[in-house]
């Protein structure tokens, strides 16, 4: 996406003249999509998931048992699956996070009652101290492997696993890709695999290096993880399967704009060899946002909501400043960036003493959420994996769910409208209208989006951020014509809305067909809101 300014020192004359005869309309906004500047593919794993074993993702969330009054597949929760296929979940993402780099994946193999329980790594967490003896403090190791590999073949994702580099050794590592990945019937891992239930591989091909190497994942220096990265990806048996290796990459250091942790790990990998980098499929990277002392989720000042959406839109500048850094050492671009943790993390939403890191999420992390899936197409051809954190009943959580209650989120929602992106060519696009101004002096912009092409199919995401007026727009459509439209809007009145379990459908988007058509037409959006139109073009 560019703005006006950098759109008119491009070569786009012909746009450029668009522009120039629209400035006597300063009010109204211009969307423009150019359908001859593709960008990239939309990877469907750009619109991902993340699970780990804290508080009551797994245990509570995504696990309740075979024998659990809750309606369940198998011991997972039924309702939660039904809604993963809605989504077409490309990939989730497990078991860490911090817990990765503290799990031995042997604990979670073999018969579940003969299983070891261990303590959770966040149960040294002030919060999760004060929950009741339980799953989520006290790991009965339920959930492991095999329990994961079902949940993704049931909800039709792809498996993520990361490796523990901190406690564990490549040797452990080996075994874990051994036991997932071996030939049916040929080693004893194999054979544990198929007692655990299943005698065919699972083929797992995304691993990650490890978690936040530079924190709870080793607290070790960027030079220091590139060796263990090379001690981990060296001579693992791949039994027939291309393994994609996800270093670990930056984190803290985000703000930093000497890149120093994506500088120094990519830099003392090439040091050894250049080659290394053909056993990097991608490079990790975590962004969080947050208000200052992580404020309420569903009490906040209009102030707050600009706050906190122009905290998400700091991606926007993150992926391309680490992306020209990787350049400097892998000239080719052969490496991709996986942003395998991003999310809004508010203060907790008291709903009971084991749910750690929960919160209601509001309309605000609706917009939050849509304005950074918005990021990641428009940068699709820099991105293989994106991991929303996390899943269910935890940070910018698409669910929450409590014993037999389970509640779709305003964050789900934006999933849903978003998944038509998935697959489609990442279109070129110019978003201009009015900035905002709120606080002192501050501003943001007026409407942004992305726009993907998939045959004759033209999708167009839109967030109008701002809390309470409409922004008119000519939605201008360069080497196309609309044939018919439909729209799908999600807002509501009050800034504030949100689906609890109460009122599980406070939020829920609105579709209905458009009377649009042509190379260009005018389109209002509403205030506070995600609008995707669907586009036959002729
Ligand atoms: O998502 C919660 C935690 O945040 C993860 O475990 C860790 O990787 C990050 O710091």
Redesign the pocket.
């Known amino acids: 996406m560019m703005r006006r300014r950098e759109f008119l020192t491009s070569s786009l004359a012909a746009a450029a003249a668009t522009l120039a005869s629209r400035s006597a309309r300063a009010s109204s906004g211009l969307v423009e999509i150019l359908l001859d500047e593709p960008v990239g593919t939309i990877a469907p794993e750009l619109h991902g998931h993340f699970t780990?074993h804290?508080g009551e993702v797994i245990y509570g969330g995504v696990w309740v048992g075979e024998n659990s009054k809750i309606p369940n597949v198998g011991g997972i929760r039924k309702a939660l699956v039904d809604r993963l296929r809605q989504l077409g979940a490309p990939v989730i993402r497990w078991p860490?996070?911090?817990?990765a780099d503290s799990y031995n994946w042997r604990d979670g193999v073999g018969p579940r009652t003969e299983r070891p329980v261990r303590t959770n790594f966040w149960d040294n967490t002030t919060q999760l101290c004060k929950a009741p003896d339980g799953p989520q403090k006290y790991d009965p190791n339920t959930f492991g492997t095999a329990e994961f590999m079902f949940f993704c073949r049931l909800a039709g994702a792809k498996p993520y696993l990361a490796a523990n580099v901190r406690s564990l050794t490549p040797h452990d590592f080996d075994e874990w890709v051994e036991y997932c990945n071996s030939p049916a019937g040929s080693t004893t891992l194999a054979q544990t695999r198929a007692a655990d239930g299943s005698r065919e591989p699972y083929n797992v091909t995304y691993w990650g290096i490890g978690?936040?190497s530079w924190g709870?994942g080793g607290d070790f220096r960027p030079e220091e993880y590139a060796v263990e990265f090379r001690r981990f990806t060296s001579w693992v048996p791949d039994y027939g399967q291309k393994l994609r290796f996800i270093g670990s990459g930056p984190g803290a250091d985000l703000r930093d704009p000497q890149v120093s942790w994506t500088r120094g790990f990519l830099g003392n990998l090439v040091a050894k060899s250049p080659d290394l980098l053909d056993r990097l499929y991608g490079l990790s990277m975590?962004y969080y946002c947050w208000t200052t002392g992580k404020g309420d989720s569903l009490e906040y000042t209009p102030d707050e909501w600009y706050q906190m959406l122009s905290q998400a839109d700091f991606m926007d500048s993150l992926v391309p400043l680490h992306w020209s850094a990787m350049r400097d050492f892998d000239p080719g671009h052969k490496v991709k960036l996986v942003v395998d943790?991003w999310g809004a993390w508010h203060r907790n939403t008291p709903l009971g003493p084991a749910y750690l890191?929960n919160y209601v999420p509001s309309l605000r992390d609706a917009l939050l959420s849509a304005l950074t899936l918005d990021i990641f197409n428009r940068h699709a051809e820099k991105l293989a994996m994106c991991n929303d954190?996390?899943l269910v009943n935890?940070?910018n959580t698409l669910f929450l769910a409590m014993e037999d209650r389970f509640v779709a989120t305003t964050i789900f929602h934006v999933f849903d409208m978003y998944k038509s992106h998935q697959g489609g060519t990442s279109l070129r696009t110019v978003f201009d209208a009015p900035r905002i101004s709120y606080g002192a002096g501050k501003t943001f912009w007026g409407l942004a989006g992305s726009a993907s092409l998939h045959g004759k199919a033209l999708v167009v995401t839109v967030v109008n951020p701002h809390a309470s007026e409409p922004q008119e727009a000519e939605i201008s459509l360069r080497g196309a014509a609309a044939q018919s439209t439909q729209v799908t809007v999600l807002t509501a009145n009050d800034i504030h809305a949100h689906n609890d379990f109460d009122h599980p459908d406070a939020v829920t988007p609105k579709t209905e067909p458009a009377n649009v058509s042509g190379s260009r037409f005018n389109w209002t959006f509403k205030p506070a809101s995600v609008t995707k139109l669907e586009i036959e073009l002729a």
């Open positions: 780990e804290i860490g996070g911090c817990f978690n936040e709870c975590h943790e890191f954190a996390q935890n940070i």
